[in-house]
């Protein structure tokens, strides 16, 4: 990789491996909770008043948990980030994503439950959960710490509060229930430490006649849903409505009850199944989300990749692309092959500086460019000067460039034109000589720093038997063991006539060289590694 000169860049949340930060289950958006809060502390009421000292009743009215809003927040954001999907390919293979332990029913956690990292050990529905994290809590296992269930009963029946008095989680604490008349009140109550939403479907919608409601039954469910996404939710329906119940479900509550046919224990263990059900359904569509996303990346990246143009052409042609960003399989490195109508076979490698999505994207640009000049008859200092009218044009600061090699193999395959703008020669082995450099000592400069710059065309004699090796300077900047020392022209000439010498080639030459020069370095290389070979066999 060239050495780009020194600039500030944004590194993009791909790149650095940061994933998005999201909310976690069960709470709304930052921008509303503050103004929700202050309301929710002056109509929050508690089934532990009558039996719970003043302090607990105090600390109930104030949040009840002083980490259930600010310190969640940046948890959860860490256990995004640190949950993202890692997508490490090697060598141009994308790996899938596993999604095992994941389902749709309730989680048995061993203390708490991680919204957006993977959820293991699925349980049948109904299960006891053993202890429920603050909406959006990035601690996990036995030791995380536990916060009393949040409910938010929307009843317009005043005689449906005493049900819940006295309610106890898995842990014996009583379960803290906010009671709203209505939708208006609830939203005001829906505050992001509320865990589940008990509703009663038969309320009517804010803003809509009777008749308009009677068109849809669920119409007040929809409502809820919209307004709290993330928050899971049980429907309350009269006794013997299980076909609206059910239909309650399909529309997207985690389960629905009688209202008449309550009870302590029934209702405690239909929240928490509802709170970790919607946990479980959160995990697995984020990670059916990641995997559907990196699914669509591999292709694009894959796409973008060049597909030779040897149709006719008696020359072999192997390649092998690594590149230094993880979770990707493009970087800023990029070669194409063509053959032009007259049996010439142009041949050309290069490599931006940097290897940053941006510089994969720019390599793709001017990788099309040269395809397309070339196609068009351009070649040498010709071709070369308008590649650089394009990265000029299409680079986003102007400290940007790129080092290209190009080779124009005749038709009769034995001799050719090399031009070099700032790039490593081409390696070249013959059956009657070791192999060696083509000559670089009119090598011009990078495209991108010198406007109106020359670059000569040398021709260069290749006999009837050769194999031509174009690549970048990611394959000899790796470092030989634990010094300073780096591989460099020489050592890779060295290794590659050493393997010559063993019978390989083509592709298994490649690959070789590849992973030779990663074991010196220890371990993966930091920049991007492209190898062209081209061989002429009689």
């Known amino acids: 990789m060239p050495v780009p000169v020194p600039r500030q860049r ?56 002083p980490h259930a809003r600010g310190d969640a927040r940046g948890d959860a954001q860490r256990s995004t980030r640190d949950g993202a999907l890692n997508v490490a390919p090697a060598d141009g293979v994308h790996p899938g994503v596993s999604t095992a332990g994941v389902g749709t029913a309730g989680v048995t956690t061993a203390g708490a439950s991680t919204a957006g990292a993977s959820t293991a050990g699925v349980s049948a529905p109904g299960v006891a959960v053993t202890g429920v994290t603050a909406p959006g809590a990035g601690a996990t296992g036995a030791g995380a710490a536990h916060v009393p269930l949040t409910l938010l009963l929307i009843e317009d029946d005043p005689t449906a509060a005493p049900i819940f008095r006295d309610l106890p989680d898995s842990d014996g604490r009583p379960i803290r229930v906010r009671t709203a008349r209505n939708l208006t009140e609830a939203e005001r109550l829906l505050t992001d430490d509320v865990h589940c939403i008990l509703l009663d479907i038969a309320l009517p919608v804010p803003g809509r006649t009777s008749a308009a409601a009677g068109d849809d039954e669920l119409a007040v469910l929809r409502h809820v849903l919209r307004l709290a996404p993330r928050h899971a939710v049980l429907a309350l329906t009269a006794s013997g409505d299980a076909e609206r119940g059910a239909e309650a479900v399909r529309v997207g509550a985690q389960d629905y009850l009688f209202k008449d046919e309550l009870d302590g224990r029934l209702l405690s263990r239909a929240i928490r199944y509802a709170v970790e059900r919607k946990r479980s359904d959160t995990a697995e569509r984020r990670l059916a989300e990641g995997k559907l996303r990196a699914q669509e990346n591999a292709r694009l ?44 076979v142009h041949a050309m490698i290069g490599d931006v500086c940097g290897h940053g999505p941006d510089e994969a994207a720019l390599g793709v640009e001017l990788r099309i460019a040269w395809r397309a000049l070339t196609l068009a008859g351009l070649c040498g200092d010709q071709l070369l000067n308008t590649l650089q009218q394009v990265l000029e044009h299409e680079r986003d600061d102007d400290e940007i460039f790129a080092t290209l090699c190009t080779v124009d193999i005749a038709p009769d395959g034995r001799r050719a034109g090399l031009c070099l703008a700032g790039h490593p020669a081409p390696l070249i082995a013959r059956p009657d000589r070791p192999a060696r450099l083509l000559p670089y000592d009119n090598n011009g400069p990078a495209l991108g720093l010198l406007p109106g710059a020359r ?34 022209q020489d050592g890779m000439v060295e290794m590659i006539r050493r393997q010559l010498a063993e019978g390989l080639s083509g592709e298994a030459l490649l690959r070789a060289a590849v992973s030779e020069v990663r074991e010196l370095n220890g371990g993966e290389l930091t920049d991007d590694v492209a190898v062209v070979l081209l061989d002429r066999v009689p």
């Open 301 to 344: 990246e894959r796409g973008l990749l060049p597909t030779p143009l040897l149709e006719g052409s008696p020359l072999r042609f192997a390649a092998r692309y690594r590149p230094g960003r993880s979770r990707a399989l493009l970087g800023g490195d990029f070669y194409d092959t063509v053959r032009t109508p007259d049996g010439t």
């Open 455 to 488: 670059w000569p065309r040398m021709q260069v004699e290749l006999g009837a038997e050769w194999s031509l090796m174009l690549y970048t300077d990611g394959l000899i900047e790796g470092r030989i063991g634990e010094g300073r020392e780096r591989l460099g």
């Open 10 to 65: 944004a590194i993009p949340a791909v790149e650095s491996g940061q994933a998005q930060a999201v909310h976690a289950v069960g709470g709304p958006s930052e921008e509303e909770a503050g103004r929700r809060e202050e309301q929710a502390c002056r109509t929050e009421t508690t089934v532990a008043n009558d039996a719970a000292p003043s302090g607990a009743h105090h600390d109930a009215r104030d949040g009840a948990h």
